[in-house]
């Protein structure tokens, strides 16, 4: 079983719709909860991070985890063209927060 | 420049070649890493360095062998590599905490294949 699960799509949504993207994981240990986005031909940036339990949001951007269920989600509101992008997913323990555990990433595509 | 920086950005090798990967931070960051990041797999952790020293080796294999002279710079050196290395390599830098987060910045990768 793979640490971190996240569904490759791709996912494709008209503009202005609200996006959900989802991780689950397996290991408990994990702390620190962070959401990157990929350009194509890019590195990944940072978009979303959280710690522990609970909602951040940011602009037209909420992330949310549930470490009950171990379980996070990003939801992008009112989104754009511009938001085409992969979205990776990414985690690491208290101890060894350098050692991110990413998700495969999710393509998403806003039709205009 | 500004962040994080990658030489070359597309690099073709055979498999008897060697080659090396450049990575220039201009963050005054004090660890650098090196992942890896296959078609449809998730971004593997290679490398870690903290203030020069290397941290963490995530089973790599010793075809790869990174060099990191300072806190700014950081080598991958490429040998006898296989086509299953094809990949894009993207190196990272984070200012380097001892605890919580640590968030790091990557840079635009180099997309190797191997012959």
């Known amino acids: 079983q793979k640490e971190v699960e996240q569904d490759p799509g791709p996912l494709s949504v008209p503009e202005g719709a609200i996006v959900s993207l989802n991780c689950t994981y397996s290991?408990?240990?994990?702390?620190?909860f962070m959401w990157y986005r990929q350009y194509s031909r890019k590195g990944p940036e940072l978009l979303m991070y959280?710690?522990?339990?609970g909602n951040k949001e940011d602009g037209r951007f909420t992330a949310q985890v549930d470490k009950s269920s171990k379980y996070i989600s990003l939801f992008i509101r009112d989104s754009q063209p511009s938001d085409s992008a992969t979205y990776l997913c990414?985690?690491?323990?208290?101890?060894?927060?350098?050692?991110?555990?990413f998700g495969q990433g999710t393509r998403l595509t806003i039709n205009p | 420049e500004t962040g994080v920086t990658q030489t070359p950005r597309h690099l073709v090798m055979g498999m008897t070649n060697k080659k090396s990967l450049k990575c220039e931070q201009h963050?005054?960051?004090?660890?650098m890493y090196w992942y890896k990041q296959s078609a449809k797999k998730p971004l593997e952790l290679m490398f870690v360095?903290?203030?020069?020293?290397?941290?963490e080796n995530n089973s790599v294999p010793s075809r790869f062998s990174p060099e990191c002279p300072n806190s700014s710079h950081l080598f991958l050196h490429l040998h006898t590599l296989q086509p299953e290395d094809s990949a894009l390599y993207l190196c990272?830098?984070?200012?380097?905490?001892?605890?919580?987060?640590?968030?790091?910045?990557f840079g635009p990768g180099t997309r190797l294949t191997v012959l």
């Open positions: 990272a830098s984070s200012p380097g905490s001892a605890g919580g987060t640590d968030t790091q910045y």
């Open positions: 290991n408990s240990a994990f702390q620190y």
């Open positions: 959280t710690y522990s339990s």
């Open positions: 990414a985690m690491s323990r208290r101890e060894g927060a350098q050692k991110l555990v």
């Open positions: 963050l005054g960051h004090n660890a």
């Open positions: 360095y903290n203030f020069k020293e290397q941290t």
